[in-house]
């Protein structure tokens, strides 16, 4: 906290046009790491015309791990603060369109804006994104890691809301031998959400899991492997883990 409150000190007792140059200054904390503090701390005291500014900043004016970089990172965690009180349709499809960003720490966060807005509008947040679903790769990724957050699930309702759209999103893998490039991303997302929702409604899930181990499809059913062994699966129920990892191996023995 107190480091929140001095950024924020710095940048009010500074010129909105020296804003820049400050978050540039100060964009890491050690080697190429982003100094979150500092751009969670100006998505609360910028404005949107800030914002609108720096995410504008694309991967060639703003290199992965460059200070330029990091403004845009700030202009989406604000994008992420401001939607989170106010509906607009365009910031969203800004925020959809740095969601397929080559830069990893920036794809990243838009995961973060978006759980700005479902820790306060859950339901709505699951409306505007409910075509990201039917996206890329990345942004499937980003609408699931924004939703399956231990942080913001809250209730065994929102978790079951979170597991349906797991299902939708897992069938993406059907009848797909080869994962690779944005989609191997999105598959290792699509596991930890899964632990995630699935220690919130324990029982949603291994519904949804077990109807998926019975599909006759290798990717599916290595991801369906890797939740069920996780620790997380483990502590819910070991003995429910264990069986269906029987099923799933006396499949390929056969």
Not at 95 to 111: K, M
Request: charged content about 25%.
């Amino acid at each position: 906290m107190k480091v929140l409150e001095s950024y924020e000190e710095a940048l009010m007792n500074i010129s909105p046009k020296e804003w820049p140059a400050y978050l540039k200054e100060h964009a890491f904390i050690s080697g190429n790491k982003f100094n979150t503090e500092l751009a969670e701390t100006f998505a609360l005291v910028g404005t949107v015309l800030d914002f609108k500014k720096f995410i504008g900043i694309d991967h060639l004016e703003g290199p992965t791990g460059t200070s330029e970089s990091f403004l845009t990172y700030c202009g989406v965690l604000g994008y992420g603060r401001y939607l989170s009180k106010y509906y607009d349709h365009g910031l969203f499809m800004q925020l959809r369109q740095r969601a397929n960003d080559p830069r990893l720490e920036i794809s990243q966060g838009v995961v973060k804006a978006l759980q700005y807005i479902a820790k306060k509008k859950f339901d709505k947040l699951l409306l505007y994104t409910d075509d990201w679903k039917n996206g890329t790769p990345l942004e499937q990724c980003a609408c699931i890691g924004a939703v399956c957050n231990a942080k913001v699930l809250s209730s065994r309702t929102q978790a079951e809301s979170a597991i349906e759209l797991l299902d939708w999103v897992t069938a993406t893998f059907f009848d797909k031998p080869i994962v690779s490039g944005d989609y191997l991303i999105l598959q290792e997302q699509l596991i930890e959400s899964w632990k995630v929702a699935a220690s919130r409604n324990p029982e949603k899930a291994q519904r949804m899991i077990e109807r998926w181990i019975k599909e006759e499809d290798a990717t599916i059913n290595s991801i369906m492997e890797k939740i069920i062994t996780s620790n997380y699966m483990q502590k819910i129920d070991s003995e429910w883990a264990d069986r269906w990892l029987d099923n799933l191996n006396n499949k390929y023995r056969a």
